[in-house]
Nanobody, 126 residues
Framework: QLQLVESGGGLVQPGGSLRLSCAASGDALNYYAIGWFRQAPGKEREGIACISRSGGSTNYADSVKGRFTISRDNARKTVFLQMNSLKPEDTANYYC???????????????????WGQGTQVTVSS
């Protein structure tokens, strides 16, 4: 079992930066690949970043590649999403999710994620 709590969202200007955190409790975090997802009003949920159990592999959606960086600290049971060069179209509710016993050295948005946080709102506006 795993519980996830996101934090760090807020209002930021276009071109600014924001760091989201995903704090986990319960199981050891190295059992799980972690993904970050987002959903804006009227749009479907989209996967934007994921990191493998070992931290050795990451994947990013084309919409955020080069601007966002996912990282993890298994000892502290925390996953981060560093967001730079933010755009208004990045405005959404962001949440993290955990994929139990996924391949050690890979991650995918297409896999079934077992645990989800409640989300944190990110608004990019002048």
């Amino acid at each position: 079992q795993l519980q996830l709590v996101e934090s760090g969202g807020g209002l930021v200007q276009p071109g600014g930066s924001l760091r989201l955190s995903c704090a986990a409790s319960g199981d050891a975090l190295n059992y799980y690949a972690i993904g970050w997802f987002r959903q804006a009003p009227g749009k479907e949920r989209e996967g934007i970043a994921c990191i493998s159990r070992s931290g050795g592999s990451t994947n990013y959606a084309d919409s955020v590649k080069g601007r966002f960086t996912i990282s993890r600290d298994n000892a502290r049971k925390t996953v981060f999403l560093q967001m730079n060069s933010l755009k208004p179209e990045d405005t959404a509710n962001y949440y993290c999710a955990a994929d139990y016993l996924s391949p050690t050295m890979s991650c995918s948005f297409r896999r079934r994620y077992d645990y989800w946080g409640q989300g944190t709102q990110v608004t990019v506006s002048s």
